[in-house]
Antibody, heavy 119, light 112 residues
Framework: EVQLVQSGAEVKKPGESLKISCQTFGYSFNTYWIAWVRQLPGKGLEWMGIIHPRESHTRYNPSLEGQVTISADKSITTAYLHWRSLRTSDTAIYYC????????????WGHGTMVTVSS | DIVMTQSPLSLPVTPGEPASISCRSSQSLLHSNGFNYLDWYVQKPGQSPQLLISLGSNRASGVPDRFSGSGSGTDFTLKISTVEADDVGIYYCMQARQNPPTFGGGTKVEIK
């Protein structure tokens, strides 16, 4: 069964760093993109960026570029979303989602990681 | 960025009746390859989003044929032929024609 299993909820203070993960199972990790999508409290969905694990090719939403880093570790079929310095405005649910090359929708989603940033 | 506009914001529905959601984009989503890069997702209460329709009209695996997508260019529609109680949730369209992909604001489907 294809699954994306995300790391657990996090509570952090402004200025702290954080890396959340999305471990994949049941398919060839190197043949699909992994996207990160965030959902601010009570709001809609925002695409943050995407990585292709084979070459670690990444693309970011220009509105977020420089604020987060997306990476992948092929040896453990896991993608990551990393902040060097969190802000309270980063409080959100973060989803990873799988996408095929050439785009045919994001067909498998993780369960989401709730990140709370508060002083 | 391409702006996606959905209507209505809220859609009360009666089980057994049809329902329709509109999605408009600020730029054409039709690629030269003939595909419209428009997806539909539903986020049921307390769950992650799930793919319903890709490339404008392709039903995702396991999606009932009650759901259909249509449209081209800048105007798209998601139709539910016969609403069931389990269809409640927030429906989003998303364009993948241009980076960054952008979502509509969502349409909340609820049972009357």
């Amino acid at each position: 069964e294809v699954q994306l299993v995300q790391s657990g909820a996090e509570v952090k203070k402004p200025g702290e760093s954080l890396k959340i993960s999305c471990q994949t199972f049941g398919y060839s990790f190197n043949t699909y993109w992994i996207a990160w999508v965030r959902q601010l409290p009570g709001k809609g969905l925002e695409w943050m960026g995407i990585i292709h694990p084979r070459e670690s090719h990444t693309r970011y939403n220009p509105s977020l570029e420089g604020q987060v880093t997306i990476s992948a570790d092929k040896s453990i079929t896991t993608a990551y979303l990393h902040w060097r310095s969190l802000r309270t405005s980063d409080t959100a649910i973060y989803y990873c989602a799988r996408g095929a090359t050439g785009h045919d929708g994001f067909d498998i989603w993780g369960h989401g990681t709730m990140v709370t940033v508060s002083s | 960025d391409i702006v996606m506009t959905q209507s209505p914001l809220s859609l009360p529905v009666t089980p057994g009746e049809p329902a329709s959601i509109s999605c408009r984009s600020s730029q054409s989503l039709l690629h030269s390859n003939g595909f419209n890069y428009l997806d539909w997702y539903v986020q049921k209460p307390g769950q992650s989003p799930q793919l319903l329709i890709s490339l404008g009209s392709n039903r995702a695996s396991g999606v009932p044929d009650r759901f259909s997508g249509s449209g081209s260019g800048t105007d798209f529609t998601l139709k539910i032929s016969t609403v069931e109680a389990d269809d409640v949730g927030i429906y989003y369209c998303m364009q993948a024609r241009q980076n960054p992909p952008t979502f509509g604001g969502g349409t909340k489907v609820e049972i009357k």
